[in-house]
C-alpha cells in the first residue's frame, strides 16, 4: 500500500518529538509493507521565517493530497508581537478549516505505569479511560464577526460564539458512534444555563442521541465537568463539547495522566485527517533534547488506527509505550519515580526498541 504523509514539524519541540514519531512510522511502515512517501514542509513560525507567511498555499494543497498530515506543534514568543493574521496559530486554525476537521479525538487514559505521576491520589484516577470528542471548526474560534476596533473612543474586542444545527448533528453522531464502541456513555457538555448556542448544542444532542438508544446520554455543565474531571474522572467515557471548551477541559485532563506530554490527538472530517501531539511547542526547553515525544509517537498510532486502518499497527506503538513505561523509563516532564529520566531521542530509541519485539 502506498501512503503518502505530510509532516510538518513545526515550532520549538515540535521538529524534536516528529524526528522520534517518525522512526516508529518508518519502521511499522516497513514491517507491514507500507509504501511510505513524507514530505517536510514548514507550517507556523517556521513558515512565518522563510515564507513571511504562517501556512503556504502549496503546503495546504499538499496536505488536502495527502493520506495523512503529523504535525508538531506552531507558536512561541518569537512571534507574539506580529499582527493577528501572521501568527503562527493562524496556520493551524486554517488547517483544520480548510481541511474540514471538524472532529477532534483526544484519548485520555491513565496507564498503571504511571497513576503514582499524576497530581491526584491513585485511588482518584483508578479506571480513568476517557476520550474527549472535541467540535473542532466552530465556535468562538471561527465565529464572524471577530477583531479589535474602537467604539465610542475605547478599544473593543469582539469574538461571536455561533453554532448551527447541522455543525452540532455531525459532531455529536461522531461522539455517539464513538461510544458504541466503549462503554457506551457520552456527557455531553454545554453552558445551557446561560450561553443561546448551548441550548441549541443542548437540544440538538439530545435529538440526536434518540437515535443511539444503547448509549446513555448525559448532560453536564461545563464548570461542574472542570470539576468533576478532579473529583471522579473515571465516571467520564466519551466527553462530547464544543471547540473552546473540549481545548480547555483536554488539557485539564490530560493533567490526570502525570503529563500532558502524554496526549495524542486525531482531527478527523471531510478530507485529509491531521494527526498531531495536544502540548505546544514548549520553547522555553525546544532543543534541549528533553521533550517527551510519547504523545507525537501516540498520534502515529491514531494515524495507523483511523487513515490507514491497520489496528495492528496501532496497537503495536501502544504495547510498546506501555512496556517502556513499565521498564522504568520517563521523561523530563514526568521524572517523580523514574528508574531512568531518557532524552527524547533516548526515549524514542526505548519506543522502536519494544515496538520490534511486539
Given at each position: 500500500?502506498?501512503?503518502?504523509?505530510?509532516?510538518?514539524?513545526?515550532?520549538?519541540?515540535?521538529?524534536?518529538?516528529?524526528?522520534?514519531?517518525?522512526?516508529?512510522?518508518?519502521?511499522?511502515?516497513?514491517r507491514y509493507h507500507f509504501d511510505l512517501k513524507i514530505r517536510v514542509l514548514p507550517v507556523g513560525g517556521a513558515s512565518i521565517d522563510a515564507h513571511g507567511v504562517p501556512l503556504l498555499d502549496e503546503v495546504l494543497?499538499?496536505?488536502?493530497?495527502?493520506?495523512?498530515?503529523l504535525l508538531g506543534a506552531v507558536g512561541g514568543p518569537k512571534w507574539d508581537n506580529h499582527p493577528p493574521e501572521i501568527r503562527p496559530e493562524k496556520a493551524l486554525l486554517a488547517l483544520r478549516k480548510e481541511l474540514?476537521?471538524?472532529?477532534?479525538?483526544?484519548?485520555?487514559?491513565?496507564?498503571?505505569?504511571?497513576?503514582?505521576?499524576?497530581?491526584?491520589?491513585?485511588?482518584?484516577?483508578?479506571?480513568?479511560?476517557?476520550?474527549?470528542?472535541?467540535?473542532?471548526?466552530?465556535?468562538?474560534?471561527?465565529?464572524?464577526?471577530?477583531?479589535?476596533?474602537?467604539?465610542?473612543?475605547?478599544?473593543?474586542?469582539?469574538?461571536?460564539?455561533?453554532?448551527?444545527?447541522?455543525?452540532?448533528?455531525?459532531?455529536?453522531?461522531?461522539?455517539?458512534?464513538?461510544?458504541?464502541?466503549?462503554?457506551?456513555?457520552?456527557?455531553?457538555?454545554?453552558?445551557?444555563?446561560?450561553?443561546?448556542?448551548?441550548?441549541?448544542?443542548?437540544?440538538?444532542?439530545?435529538?440526536?442521541?434518540?437515535?443511539?438508544?444503547?448509549?446513555?446520554?448525559?448532560?453536564?455543565?461545563?464548570?461542574?465537568?472542570?470539576?468533576?474531571?478532579?473529583?471522579?474522572?473515571?465516571?467520564?467515557?466519551?466527553?462530547?463539547?464544543?471547540?473552546?471548551?473540549?481545548?480547555?477541559?483536554?488539557?485539564?485532563?490530560?493533567?490526570?495522566?502525570?503529563?500532558?506530554?502524554?496526549?495524542?490527538?486525531?482531527?478527523?472530517?471531510?478530507?485529509?485527517?491531521?494527526?498531531?501531539?495536544?502540548?505546544?511547542?514548549?520553547?522555553?526547553?525546544?532543543?534541549?533534547?528533553?521533550?517527551?515525544?510519547?504523545?507525537?509517537?501516540?498520534?502515529?498510532?491514531?494515524?495507523?488506527r483511523y487513515s490507514f486502518g491497520h489496528e495492528q499497527a496501532a496497537a503495536d506503538i501502544e504495547a510498546a509505550i506501555l512496556r517502556v513505561l513499565e521498564q522504568g523509563y520517563r521523561c523530563a516532564d514526568m521524572?517523580?519515580?523514574?528508574?531512568?529520566?531518557?532524552?527524547?531521542?533516548?526515549?524514542?530509541?526505548?519506543?522502536?526498541?519494544?515496538?520490534?519485539?511486539?
Open positions: 500500500m502506498e501512503k503518502n504523509i505530510v509532516l510538518l514539524p513545526g515550532d520549538g519541540i515540535g521538529a524534536e518529538v516528529t524526528r522520534e514519531a517518525r522512526k516508529i512510522l518508518e519502521y511499522l511502515a516497513e494543497h499538499s496536505c488536502r493530497q495527502a493520506d495523512a498530515v474540514g476537521l471538524y472532529n477532534n479525538l483526544r484519548p485520555v487514559r491513565v496507564l498503571p505505569p504511571l497513576r503514582d505521576a499524576s497530581p491526584l491520589r491513585p485511588e482518584v484516577i483508578e479506571g480513568v479511560d476517557l476520550l474527549v470528542v472535541r467540535e473542532l471548526t466552530g465556535g468562538l474560534y471561527f465565529g464572524q464577526p471577530k477583531g479589535i476596533s474602537v467604539e465610542n473612543g475605547q478599544e473593543t474586542g469582539v469574538d461571536t460564539l455561533r453554532y448551527s444545527a447541522p455543525e452540532i448533528e455531525r459532531i455529536a453522531i461522531a461522539a455517539f458512534r464513538a461510544a458504541r464502541q466503549r462503554r457506551q456513555i457520552v456527557t455531553s457538555v454545554d453552558k445551557a444555563n446561560i450561553l443561546a448556542s448551548s441550548q441549541l448544542w443542548r437540544k440538538t444532542v439530545s435529538r440526536i442521541g434518540a437515535d443511539y438508544p444503547d448509549v446513555e446520554l448525559r448532560h453536564m455543565l461545563v464548570d461542574n465537568c472542570a470539576m468533576q474531571l478532579i473529583r471522579d474522572p473515571a465516571q467520564f467515557d466519551v466527553i462530547l463539547t464544543e471547540n473552546m471548551f473540549g481545548d480547555i477541559l483536554s488539557d485539564e485532563a490530560a493533567m490526570l495522566t502525570g503529563s500532558i506530554g502524554m496526549l495524542p490527538s486525531a482531527s478527523l472530517g471531510d478530507g485529509t485527517a491531521m494527526y498531531e501531539p495536544v502540548h505546544g511547542s514548549a520553547p522555553d526547553i525546544a532543543g534541549k533534547d528533553m521533550a517527551n515525544p510519547l504523545a507525537a509517537i501516540a498520534s502515529v498510532a491514531l494515524m495507523f521524572s517523580r519515580q523514574a528508574r531512568q529520566v531518557l532524552s527524547t531521542r533516548e526515549m524514542g530509541d526505548a519506543v522502536l526498541k519494544n515496538t520490534e519485539t511486539c
